[in-house]
């Protein structure tokens, strides 16, 4: 069975991306959210094997998205996409519970390699 | 990976959030103390160069990149906005829209962006003030020796990977699950700045061999080399970690619920609905004319099926005003500024929805009416407090849906038109009685919207409404649309266009006329009344009905078209009403409601302009629309 992904970002461009590279890698994409609050919100619903979550979202941020769901599912597999520069966030991102980033522009084969790590 | 597909979704989301990033900077503007707008300015242009980075426009990521910056010490630093801010922030803005457009035809190199990233540059630097001195690296002494198994690791990330202590971090928590982490050289905080370089070190209390350590810590990512000391053991690392997961062959589909879909390919559906349509109608009066049941049911369920089909579609092509309306805000701004007024706008009815082929023409005529009440409808800050106004005038674009249409209005509290002097112009151009002593609302319009009407001296001393006006109406009423206007000297003035919610395919009343017949869109008919029971009375010269104590003038069809004979005894009056207006239309007969394909027409030389276009009827002969706006 592929593992099922929940996709958060607030560009549609972006989650599109994300989940067009999953997608052919074979995962199943099995749901997006647009902000913070969705992505608990959906997490709790779909109980997803792996959360893509971008950094900076309107509404709740993605890393205080990653709290929330890391309380509610310690093995929550949660991976930042971040953009350069953005290092004491993926920071704060890991110590909140992120399992691993990956920095935009996102090459596939990089995306790839980090869900492994994760999933692992 | 091949990007070209994902151009015009950049290009789609890009403009959006740019278009955001024009009302956040406005509302900054105007509370310049309150820096509540920086953090979605700051959100709009980081995502932008996200997207613009990876599709690989460099200008765009690099413009993006030095706005967010800006964006990002005014955000820490909560400062209020100064005007050179602001003007740097829109230039910046502008910038941006501009590369994205030229990105994505592929002509990024004929951007000059030097100007504007220096500029975003210096700003940024006498934001930053001086220099903090930057914090000392750690000097490489070696931890003292935990007690236990402790063990040096050391590790060196690749040079080329990505945001070092974000990895560096990850690495470290791969180690805490064997054991106890301590001493990490450089301290943690190091990691959160960009000056590390991606060598680390600690000491882990551990039991697990060394092979074991090194497998955790190389499983963070991007990890060169590690070594781990084992009473001096240093282990060197082995061959580069192999390339990513191979990708599966078949592509699950996305469970997302929603698709863009290119309007062209609407149109295309449209038409297409539109042929159907009238087939539709051909196979009601055939089945009529066979009265046999069974094509009867067939004739039936088509109808209903195809009248779905065109509802879905219709509801497809339904877009909320405010992707045309989005730009104004802006607009209005830099105009004001250019002519030193002040003006607040305001913008309601946002999400009312049109068809996006209306939407799509209305940019034009609502621009010129906008120019205008900034131009000449708004009185210079002086001039209004001479007035007893506030200085600061107000300009508001609202939409309001109204049974079958949506009224859109421009008005602002300005000056007002000075009829007087459009009167005496009209008088000498012949385009009223000379002797007519006022102009109404409606004489007004009518004047002004004349494209021969000579605005130049009206654009100096009176109010210049007449710039634009003619190219709006025109527009409008293409559209099956009507134009009103209300003026006040001194109080202001609101134009207010009504506009059918979609064009292709509208109901109709089928009217008949000597042996033609003719379509009158549902969209302005109030109701139908007898003609010959009504008593008919003079109002202004006019033949009118009296209804309900409001006086309707009436349009004797036959007689305006020219139909030789005799009209009936008793016929029909069609009450259509646009806004305030009100006007009866006396028909021959009527033959009917359908659903009518509306086809675009341009009418020979001399026609009279009461026809809006033509549609093919289900017997396959043509009928003319009547324009509604052109008959009342």
Not at chain 1, 77 to 94: F, N, P, R, Y
Not at chain 2, 42 to 60: E, I, L, N, P, S
Request: aromatic share 4%.
């Amino acid at each position: 069975m592929s593992h099922t992904v929940l996709v958060c970002d607030d560009a549609i461009f972006m989650r599109t991306m994300i989940s067009d590279i999953l997608a052919q890698a074979g995962f199943e994409i099995v749901g997006e959210a647009e902000t913070g609050s969705q992505a608990v919100e959906k997490y709790r619903q779909l109980k997803p094997d792996l959360v893509t979550m971008d950094i900076v979202m309107p509404d709740m941020g993605g890393i205080d998205a990653v709290r929330e769901i890391v309380k509610q599912d310690p093995d929550a597999k949660i991976l930042m996409c971040s953009a350069m520069g953005q290092q004491a966030l993926v920071v704060e991102a890991i110590q909140a519970g992120a399992k691993d980033f990956v920095v935009k522009p996102f090459q596939p084969s990089r995306v790839l390699e980090a869900v492994q790590r994760v999933l692992g | 990976m091949d990007l070209s597909q994902y151009a015009e979704l950049f290009l789609a989301e890009s403009r959006e959030h740019l278009s955001a990033c024009n009302q956040l900077l406005l509302d900054w503007e105007r509370t310049p103390a309150n820096p509540a707008p920086v953090a979605g300015l700051f959100r709009a242009v980081h995502t932008v160069k996200g997207m613009a980075a990876t599709m690989g426009y460099g200008r765009v990521t690099d413009i993006a990149h030095r706005t967010e910056n800006l964006l990002d010490l005014l955000r820490r630093g909560s400062r209020p906005a100064t005007d050179e801010l602001l003007q740097l922030l829109f230039r910046a803005r502008d910038a941006l829209e501009h590369a994205v457009e030229l990105s994505v035809v592929g002509r990024e190199d004929e951007l000059d962006v030097a100007e504007v990233v220096a500029d975003l540059e210096s700003a940024a630097a006498l934001l930053a003030g001086p220099e903090r001195p930057a914090p000392a690296p750690t000097a490489a002494v070696e931890p003292p020796a935990a007690p236990g198994r402790s063990r040096l690791v050391q590790v060196t990330l690749r040079a080329e990977a990505p945001l070092k202590g974000g990895r560096a971090l990850l690495a470290l928590k791969r180690a805490q699950a064997l054991g106890a982490v301590q001493g990490v050289t450089p301290p943690q905080a190091a990691f959160e700045s960009d000056d590390f370089d991606g060598g680390f070190s600690f000491r882990l209390d551990s039991s697990a061999a060394a092979a074991e350590i090194e497998r955790a810590v190389r499983g963070a990512g991007d990890v060169e080399h590690v070594s781990v000391g084992a009473g001096g053991d240093e282990r060197r690392a082995a061959a580069p970690r192999g390339a990513g997961a191979a990708a599966a062959a078949e592509a699950i589909p996305e469970k997302s619920r929603h698709i863009r879909v290119d309007l062209r390919r609407l149109d295309e559906l449209m038409d297409l609905i539109g042929e159907l349509v009238t087939v539709r109608g051909r196979l009601n009066e055939l089945a009529a004319a066979r009265r046999d049941p069974a094509v009867d049911d067939v004739a039936i369920q088509i109808s209903r099926l195809s009248a779905d089909l065109q509802a879905g579609i219709i509801q497809a092509r339904m877009t909320p005003v405010w992707q045309v309306f989005d730009r104004f805000p802006r607009l209005v701004r830099d105009l004001a500024r250019e002519l030193d007024k002040q003006v607040a706008f305001r913008v309601e009815g946002k999400e009312i929805e049109l068809d996006r082929a209306i939407l799509d023409e209305l940019g034009d005529p609502l621009l010129h009416l906008l120019r205008n009440a900034v131009d000449h409808g708004i009185e210079t800050p002086a001039e209004r407090r001479r007035r007893g106004k506030p200085p600061e005038g107000e300009i508001v674009l609202a939409a309001v849906r109204e049974r079958a249409s949506v009224a859109i209005s421009v008005s602002d509290d300005g000056r007002g038109i000075d009829r007087a002097r459009i009167l005496e112009r009209a008088r000498r151009e012949g385009l009223v009685d000379a002797h007519a002593e006022a102009l109404s609302d409606d004489q007004l319009l009518r004047v002004l919207a004349r494209p021969g009407f000579s605005t130049a001296e009206a654009v100096t001393s009176v109010s210049g409404r007449g710039v634009g006006i003619d190219v709006a109406v025109t527009r409008i009423r293409a559209l099956g649309g009507s134009i009103d206007i209300r003026t006040e000297a001194g109080k202001g003035t609101s134009f207010v266009l009504r506009l059918p919610v979609t064009l292709a395919i509208v109901r109709a009343l089928i009217a008949g006329v000597g042996r033609e017949r003719y379509a009158l869109p549902l969209t302005y008919v109030a109701e139908t009344v007898e003609f010959g029971v009504q008593p008919t009375t003079i109002v202004e010269g006019r033949e009118a009905i009296v209804l309900r104590n409001r006086v309707v003038p009436l349009v004797h069809l036959r007689r305006m078209l020219g139909v030789s004979g005799d009209a009936p005894a008793r016929c029909p009056i069609i009450v259509l009403e646009m806004g305030e207006r009100t006007s009866g239309i006396v028909v021959d007969g009527m033959l009917g409601q359908q659903e009518i394909v509306v086809k675009g027409f341009d009418p020979p030389q001399g026609t009279l302009p009461v026809f809006s276009g033509a549609t093919i009827m289900g017997d396959g002969n043509p009928a003319l629309i009547l324009d509604a706006g052109g008959l009342v």
